[in-house]
């Protein structure tokens, strides 16, 4: 007997406004925040799971205060932040099949992709993209490089080292991406964040980096390590 697949729809629009010049780019929220399932503890916004850890980095980088719960202040806290530090959120996935319910990118089938690329022609104040996330297959760096590869495009190596930092020439046009011009072309930096989850924790514990902060001091952890990480590149 075949057991119809879970459709996960990422249950939030992309949150991008035009003075915005960094992009958060993930996959999608856990499938708890599509069937509208929410735990008191969850914040109804993008990365409000309570198991997630982008907004407790970011509320120990910026001292922020957040509240963790499922009311409007929770949420209009966390856009007006994103407003101030003028950053978007876009997560690549718009939907995907999954025949087991978690959160894992892995589990993704018939994955079906926003149109990242175009989001950057719409947005052209975007300098970089922050990927939550590296290019492991289903993550959302693997999936812009699928995208990009349809535009005749590329990511070109600036730092191969954790976090990976890349850029992608982009050519400047008056009416479509494919129409090349003589102005300047614009330049945006991606960054491949560890990701804001706790499977990510094995992959930091490997890193020889932490490694050697966690011997210097053993109180240092996996949290630590990603508000280290991210301060360089949020603030």
């Known amino acids: 007997m075949n057991v119809k697949p ?7 629009q992309p949150f991008i406004f035009p003075e915005a010049t960094k992009l958060i780019v993930g996959t ?6 599509t069937s509208r399932e929410l735990k008191d503890d969850d914040v109804d916004f993008c990365y409000g799971s309570r198991n997630g850890m982008l ?26 932040f994103l407003f101030a530090q003028k950053i978007g959120v876009c997560d690549i996935v718009a939907s995907a099949e999954r025949q087991k319910i978690d959160a894992s990118d892995l589990g ?24 939550m996330g590296g290019n492991s297959k289903n993550g959302p760096e693997y999936f812009f490089r699928r995208q990009l590869k349809e535009y005749g495009l590329k990511l070109d190596v600036l730092n191969d080292k954790v976090p990976r930092i890349h850029q992608l020439v982009l050519p400047t046009t008056s009416s479509a991406i494919e129409s090349y011009t003589t102005e300047k072309p614009r330049i945006v930096k991606t960054v491949s964040l560890t990701a804001p989850s706790g499977a990510a924790n094995r992959a930091v514990g490997s890193l020889q ?13 996996t949290f630590d390590f990603r508000v280290m990480q991210y301060r360089k590149f949020f603030e």
């Open 209 to 221: 980096l932490y490694k050697d902060l966690k011997t210097a001091n053993p109180e240092f952890n």
């Open 108 to 131: 993704m089938q018939n994955v079906q992709l926003r149109d990242l690329v175009n989001y950057l022609k719409e947005f052209p104040k975007i300098e970089t993209i922050l990927f």
């Open 6 to 12: 879970f459709l996960h729809t990422h249950p939030y």
């Open 28 to 33: 999608l929220p856990p499938p708890r925040f």
């Open 55 to 80: 907004w407790p980095i970011l509320n120990e980088i910026f001292g922020l205060q957040l509240k963790y719960e499922t009311t409007k202040e929770a949420t209009e806290q966390r856009k007006n």
